[in-house]
């Protein structure tokens, strides 16, 4: 292999390989019965490297106006060699990734990961989910399908709901008063341009605040004292890792070939709206709240709009978190925080099934909370968990 | 340690197949993903119908510029009044480099600005770069319109 140590060392002279080299020698991750939730963050991000390629794949043969939107899309989807599997896997990957940011958000949550000095990783995770989601609005519309059309015509509604900046909010995003293929290259330009700028800035910090403070042991295992033995994160951890990305790059495939995405019919304005008419699902919950709430105002400010707030207040003190659990590093302990983030998890988990009157929501949430869980016990239960 | 064999290569025969196997199926796991992506960059042939006959333009459009350029499928076509009431008509990309021509009045021919190509009234390439003379179309007048078709 002489001539890979050439390869190396003339790297290494040229931008310094010491860093990588020790990182491969020295890094662990711990190993407990709750190891298994640390696969989530790097499986979301996984998801969304696979929607950039897809992505810009896309964008080769996208139409971002309102003549030529939909066609493209049908073209993609027929014409293209292999460009219904391109288009379905980005469709259905965008699913898997808010899924798995859920995931990886409570399991922090839960786990207290935030603490000290992890609070900023917290907060720029908190603002990716937010990105996440601002991915999954702009995205549905560039089909520019009745489904889409009007959904985003109700999404921005409700944003025009809160009072003061409302009126601004919508036109600031619709690009006018209405719907139209202004609206669309709007859009367009915040998932293609801006929203992966920011993305890469935070995602960036996060990466690196997570390299520098490395993994976060659960309190519960702390509290035991012995310090929990790591495995090395080369190459055990990394395995681990890719392997659980192949698994998902197959799933995704699966689901491009067996459930594939719809195309739908082209928007018309003047049709009435769709009788199966929702939201993507991460909005659901918030959808079927505001069903909720009685028509009236109070103050004079209308119902709708508190509702709205409160949900606006309630992620901002989710984002601030780490600054309000003091209970957790004074004591070790905040249950009332545990107690919240149930709150919460029952909370968006049961209006989501009740927004689609189904069952599934909440046998998902199970899954996706008992899987890992068992998972995790059962591979370190040779270890004394 | 005493149930393998050194191979040769002085690694265990069960380690050298295991890594074989597994950078086999690395290698088959990315084909897999990189032949897609190969065949989806490659644009699709759409099957074009191909134009025969167009509506190219009504005689009153040519009572002052005399000729015109329009569409013939995909492609420009153009049209000139030759004579009271007479026309013709070519394809109007220049065989040299695809330009778009033009006819000029006062040397009577098709001129291609591109590269000062130059075409007679039968659409030959009489100077300058085009290789090849220009298609000729049929043209039928019928009323105002004047069609133009294929030969």
């Known amino acids: 292999m002489a001539r890979g140590k050439g390869l190396l060392s003339w790297l290494d002279d040229r931008i310094g390989l010491q860093p990588l080299q020790e990182l491969a020698a020295k890094k662990t991750v711990p190993e407990h019965r709750h190891t298994i939730w640390y696969y989530f963050g790097g499986m979301t991000l996984f998801l969304f490297l696979v929607q950039v390629v897809t992505g810009i794949l896309l964008m080769l043969y996208y139409r971002p106006s309102a003549e030529g939107a939909y066609e493209s899309v049908q073209f993609i989807m027929t014409k293209v060699p292999f460009g219904w599997l391109f288009r379905s896997i980005h469709s259905w990957s965008a699913n898997l990734m808010v899924a798995t940011a859920f995931v990886h958000l409570f399991s922090v949550l839960f786990l207290k990961a935030y603490r000290a000095p992890r609070e900023l990783t917290w907060m720029t995770g908190f603002v990716l989910f937010v990105l996440a989601m601002a991915f999954g609005f702009s995205g549905y519309l560039l089909p520019w399908n009745k489904l889409a059309y009007f959904a985003t015509a109700v999404g921005t509604d409700i944003a025009g709901a809160v009072p003061v900046i409302g009126d601004f909010t919508v036109r600031f995003l619709r690009g006018g008063d209405h719907i139209t293929g202004g609206t669309l290259s709007r859009f367009y330009g915040w998932h293609v341009a801006i929203l992966p700028a920011v993305t890469t800035v935070l995602l960036g910090l996060h990466l690196m605040l997570v390299q520098r403070h490395g993994m976060s042991v659960p309190p519960s295992i702390e509290r035991r004292g012995k310090a929990a033995p790591g495995m090395p994160f080369v190459p055990h951890f990394v395995l681990r890792d890719l392997f659980g990305w192949i698994v998902a790059l197959g799933v995704l495939a699966a689901l491009a070939a067996l459930f594939p995405w719809e195309l739908g019919e082209k928007a018309d304005p003047f049709a009435p709206a769709p009788a199966d008419i929702k939201p993507e699902w991460f909005f659901m919950f918030m959808f079927q709240t505001l069903k909720y709430i009685p028509g009236g105002s109070a103050l004079g400010i209308e119902n709708e709009a508190v509702a709205i707030l409160a949900f606006g207040a309630m992620g901002l003190i989710a984002f601030l978190i780490p600054l309000l659990d003091r209970g957790i590093v004074s004591k070790g302990k905040s249950p009332l925080f545990t107690a919240a983030a149930v709150v919460a998890l029952v909370f968006i988990t049961v209006m989501t099934a009740i927004g689609y009157h189904a069952w599934w929501p909440v046998f998902v949430v199970l899954a996706l909370v008992g899987v890992p869980w068992l998972a995790g016990l059962m591979m370190s239960s040779g270890r004394g968990g | ?151």
């Open chain 2, 1 to 151: 340690m005493a149930n393998h064999e050194s191979a040769p290569s002085g690694e265990v025969p069960r380690r050298r197949f295991l890594n074989g196997f597994l950078g086999g199926t690395l290698t088959a796991l990315t084909a897999a993903v990189v032949y897609p992506v190969a065949r989806f960059l490659s644009p699709p042939k759409i099957a074009e119908a191909v134009t025969n006959s167009v509506l190219a333009c009504k005689m009153s459009e040519l009572t002052e510029t005399k000729w015109k350029i329009f569409p013939f499928g995909s492609e420009p076509g153009i049209v000139i009044e030759t004579g009271p009431g007479e026309y013709k008509a070519f394809a109007a990309m220049c065989t040299h480099l695809s330009c778009t021509v033009q006819y000029e009045s006062e040397s009577d021919r098709i001129w291609c600005a591109c590269h000062n190509g130059w075409y007679d009234m039968s659409g030959r390439n009489v100077s300058g770069p085009p290789p090849h003379p220009l298609e000729q179309y049929e043209v039928n007048v019928v009323g105002d319109d004047i069609f133009v078709t294929r030969g």
